[in-house]
């Protein structure tokens, strides 16, 4: 299996564009997490999904945000209008619900940076 | 407020010794606890979870404690090398095990093993 699959790796833009962030799960894996990492506030819970169905988007900073899960092997983050506190890691991660261990498998991340 | 704190930030020591990293939460009653490593520019990996009535979870080289009355995990690396060199994250079950995967992480502890 590829693992987590996300992407762009890297995004430069400026402050004012729409950016979109994408990730491919693990194919059987039902639950879908997106995660930010800064030095500031560590690794943060943004949303997660569940079947494809929201779950809980507390973690989302607010309504520039915003994801979607159309099928069980896409999803989308998106941030619009994008600003420079946005600066970021992203990252995906993955889960098969019911698997014992809750492991969370993540792709290696969207870098982005927002000038 | 609920708090995840790791014991520091960096951590240094010999190769060959053993390596323990602390984990101490506030306000959360998880029913597991999982630790992760992550190496710079990658996501994390999970190692290790030890759930609520488990005391003590093994793997290789890799020990795992939980306390919930002191509210502390201790997750320990025997016989330490270089390639352990790390950051390592704890991260709680933030639904008390109504929903695997929505997890808190602490800030992590950078570990470095010296040859």
């Known amino acids: 299996d590829a693992g987590v699959i996300q992407s762009p790796r890297h995004e430069v833009t400026e402050m004012g564009q729409e950016v979109t962030l994408r990730c491919k799960p693990i194919?059987?894996?039902?639950?879908l997490f997106w995660y930010r990492q800064t030095m500031m506030r560590g690794l943060e819970l943004l949303i997660y999904f569940n079947n494809n169905v929201p779950i809980d988007d507390s973690g989302m900073p607010e309504d520039r945000f915003s994801a979607k899960m159309p099928n069980a092997s896409f999803s989308t983050l998106k941030i619009q209008p994008s600003e420079p506190r946005d600066s970021a890691v992203y990252f995906c991660?993955?889960?098969?619900?019911?698997?014992?261990?809750?492991?969370?498998?993540f792709g290696e991340g969207s870098r982005l940076t927002v000038l | 407020s609920q708090k995840i704190e790791q014991n520091s930030e960096a951590l240094n020591i010999q190769e060959g010794k053993t390596a323990t990293l602390t984990c101490n939460y506030t306000n959360y009653s998880p029913a597991y606890l999982q630790w992760y490593r992550q190496d710079p520019g990658r996501g994390p990996v999970f190692l290790l979870l030890i759930r609520e009535n488990e005391k003590e979870k093994r793997k290789e080289r890799l020990k795992v404690t939980f306390d919930t009355t002191l509210k502390q995990s201790l997750f320990h690396i025997t016989a330490s090398q270089p390639a352990d060199s790390a950051t390592y994250l704890c991260a709680l079950d933030a639904a008390g095990g109504t929903s695997y995967g929505k997890l808190t992480f602490g800030q992590g502890t950078i570990l470095t093993v010296h040859p």
């Open positions: 991660a993955s889960s098969a619900r019911g698997s014992g261990t809750g492991e969370l498998f």
């Open positions: 194919s059987g894996h039902n639950s």
